[in-house]
């Protein structure tokens, strides 16, 4: 296409856009269909997302651009923790976009050192890597580890070993879908990068078997402290401690991958304090954010930390004056709002409210806090019931996230109230009726 009629194309298009003062009053001018099919035609088609069109968001609830409300039992794989655009969090985006966004750490900006302060003192880590995305933080750790394995443990060159676990999910970069089990995330990609080892998820004699066969060239343990996509898959109790002490004995790091875990979503600060232990590193992302901006990045302690030289890893946006204030003012709310506490509360109150009812129905429901899922018949319409029971949710005004055919996510904003968490458990067991009575 010519670049004239690209550009007379791009006008008419934007003719079609909702300006501001209809996007503020919750309206526009394009219909939930006609802007699926749009983004069908012209957006890549990695996703298939629940028929929903998300047009105006607020605290626990989200609405479509006709107007129907639902609640959010997703929150965005738990980056809006703290409830969509929380006025705290937008408030300190604007204050900051309005005098300085990006410096780049070529620089010093007078916020960054500011966030990294903040961030090792409420963590109890000496020191945070910046980064942008979940699997960057990821890839940035693997990184760290395996660094430290040769410079610290003396691991020959390039024999360092990262062990991980079966039905992990840490991200989508080439490194990381190299070690997943799910054909959907690995399928295609080749030839994946070696130096990582695939064990049982909640099997220490599996981790101890290895490590006394490799003890000496495993650098890192990678671990989910609850495999979210997975299907919210909780370890027995003290798996994560009985872990950390085989790695000690080992001189092996133990890398918790809190990206969604983390920041309240289990009802502990990080789901690893449950087992009461210290992870010699922490990846964290999503609720860091807020829901405004990409932030993540990496925990440890200096003695680990200490590995990364000047260039020797990097980032433009990681630590950007924006991500410094929109983390600093996330991490507060959390705080100041005891949404921590909330989510404790919550989730106990959820599974409670939920669990004769699905004990009758031989349903299975797990979780912490505010981040459980339910598994039902993998065998019911095909494998395709936890899809239809989400589309029963939406239409009565719920939205939840079916994973592998058989178990449906929930995981709302860490503010929800008891009054609402009743509200939505009475549109579960409904939508589930009504499912159940259309299954084949």
């Not at 079609?16 to 035609?41: C, D, Y």
């Not at 950390?244 to 789901?271: I, S």
């Not at 210290?278 to 860091?288: E, H, N, R, S, T």
């Not at 433009?316 to 989510?343: C, K, Q, R």
Request: overall charge negative; some cysteine.
């Amino acid at each position: 296409m010519a670049i004239s009629a690209a550009r007379a194309a791009a006008k008419e298009v934007m003719k079609a856009a909702p300006n501001l003062a209809a996007r503020k009053a919750g309206t526009t001018n394009l219909s939930s269909a006609e802007l699926m099919n749009m983004e069908k035609q012209f957006a890549a088609r990695n996703y298939a997302p629940l028929p929903v069109v998300f047009s105006k968001a607020q605290g626990a609830k989200v609405w479509d651009p006709e107007g129907k409300e639902y609640f959010d039992f997703l929150s965005a794989y738990s980056a809006t923790n703290q409830g969509h655009n929380h006025p705290r969090i937008v408030a300190a985006m604007k204050d900051q976009m309005e005098t300085l966004c990006l410096s780049s750490r070529a620089y010093y900006n007078d916020i960054f050192p500011k966030y990294a302060k903040y961030m090792t003192s409420v963590t109890g880590y000496d020191m945070v890597l910046p980064a942008n995305s979940g699997a960057e933080a990821n890839e940035a750790a693997i990184k760290m580890v395996r660094k430290w394995g040769y410079q610290v443990k003396g691991i020959p060159k390039d024999e360092a070993i990262i062990v991980v676990c079966k039905e992990n999910f840490h991200g989508r970069t080439t490194t990381i879908v190299g070690f997943s089990t799910d054909p959907d995330a690995y399928l295609d990609y080749g030839p994946y990068t070696p130096g990582f080892e695939i064990i049982d998820y909640n099997d220490t004699a599996a981790l101890e078997k290895l490590l006394q066969e490799k003890g000496d060239k495993v650098a890192g343990f990678l671990v989910e402290p609850i495999q979210g996509e997975a299907g919210v898959f909780v370890p027995d109790e003290q798996y994560l401690k009985k872990c950390y002490d085989l790695c000690k004995k080992h001189n092996v790091l133990l890398v918790a991958d809190e990206v969604q875990t983390g920041f309240g979503r289990t009802g502990k600060l990080f789901c690893s304090d449950y087992d009461e232990i210290k992870p010699d590193v922490i990846v964290v992302g999503k609720a860091l954010s807020g829901g405004l901006y990409p932030v993540s990045g990496v925990l440890a302690d200096e003695s680990v930390m200490g590995v990364f030289k000047p260039g020797t890893h990097g980032s433009t946006f990681g630590g950007s004056p924006i991500a410094a204030a929109v983390a600093i003012e996330a991490l507060s709310v959390l705080f100041d709002e005891n949404m921590v506490e909330n989510s404790f509360e919550q989730g106990k109150h959820f599974r409670a409210s939920l669990g004769d009812w699905c004990k009758e129905r031989n349903l299975i429901i797990r979780g912490r806090g505010l981040l459980n899922a339910i598994e039902v018949d993998p065998e019911l319409d095909g494998g395709k019931f936890a899809y239809n029971w989400c589309i029963k949710m939406a239409n009565l005004g719920v939205l939840a996230k079916p994973t592998h055919g058989h178990i449906v996510r929930f995981s709302p904003a860490l503010n929800i109230t008891s009054e609402e968490v009743d509200k939505c458990v009475n549109i579960i067991k409904q939508s589930y009726e009504e499912a159940l009575a259309e299954s084949k």
